[in-house]
């Protein structure tokens, strides 16, 4: 089992930044992939990011290629997802999510492993 806890969301003027922090404990992550997620109301989850743990490997959606940055840290076993040039569009609630393996998937269905989620909001 691996268990996932975000924090870093809030209310942010459009333009500007926030750094989400998902930490994760259970388990050692080396042959994980993880993956940032995000539901806005009436939406479905929709892929952000994702990270292959092992090699840092990353891929993004279009809509936030260049503006959003995901990393880890793996002596704090904690992910990562800078999120710059924010726009009214990236209000969702934003989930990590995690699974053990190297593919590195878009679909929320692959995933195992879930956090409670973290709510930013970017006012115009």
């Known amino acids: 089992q691996v268990q996932l806890v975000e924090s870093g969301g809030g209310l942010v003027q459009a333009g500007g930044s926030l750094r989400l922090s998902c930490v994760a404990s259970g388990r050692t992550l080396s042959s994980y992939g993880m993956a940032w997620f995000r539901q806005a109301p009436g939406k479905e989850r929709e892929f952000v990011a994702t990270?292959?743990?092992?090699?840092?490997?990353?891929y993004y959606a279009e809509s936030v290629k260049s503006r959003f940055t995901i990393s880890r840290d793996i002596a704090e076993n904690t992910l990562y997802l800078q999120m710059n040039i924010l726009k009214p569009e990236d209000t969702a609630v934003y989930y990590c999510?995690?699974?053990?393996?190297?593919?590195?998937?878009?679909?929320?269905?692959?995933?195992?492993?879930w956090g409670q989620g973290t709510q930013v909001t970017v006012s115009s």
């Open positions: 990270l292959n743990w092992s090699d840092s490997r990353t």
């Open positions: 999510a995690a699974r053990p393996t190297i593919v590195m998937y878009t679909t929320p269905i692959k995933y195992d492993y």
